[in-house]
């Protein structure tokens, strides 16, 4: 079945930097667009930025561009999303999915506070 294990998140001071993995299993992974989302509490979860399957397309939200860039290493099967300039609204739970096809990991928790 269609497994996705998010790592990386903690805590960091705003401005700072942090790297999230999403470790994929169950599926071809070079064969899914892939996406992170997040979900702050008491709010939605919303789409932070997707990668295509071939690695050669990745958009992001208005509230990201320029600070976080999404990449992924189809020989690893995993997903990555590098996040620069933290700000304490980016606090979030961070989840990565099958874009489209959903499957969500258990998340990790990415809190900016000084």
């Known amino acids: 079945q269609v497994q996705l294990v998010e790592s990386g998140g903690g805590l960091v001071q705003p401005g700072g930097s942090l790297r999230l993995s999403c470790a994929a299993s169950?599926?071809?992974?070079?064969?899914?667009?892939m996406s992170w989302y997040r979900q702050a509490p008491g709010k939605e979860r919303e789409r932070v930025a997707t990668?295509?399957?071939?690695?050669?397309?990745?958009t992001y939200a208005e509230f990201v561009k320029g600070r976080f860039t999404i990449s992924r290493d189809n020989a690893q099967n995993t997903l990555y999303l590098q996040m620069r300039r933290l700000k304490p609204e980016d606090t979030a739970v961070y989840y990565c999915?099958?874009?489209?096809?959903?499957?969500w990991g258990q998340g990790t928790q990415v809190t900016v506070s000084s």
């Open positions: 999915t099958r874009t489209n096809y959903g499957g």
């Open positions: 990668i295509t399957n071939a690695d050669d397309i990745k």
């Open positions: 169950g599926f071809v992974f070079s064969n899914y667009a």
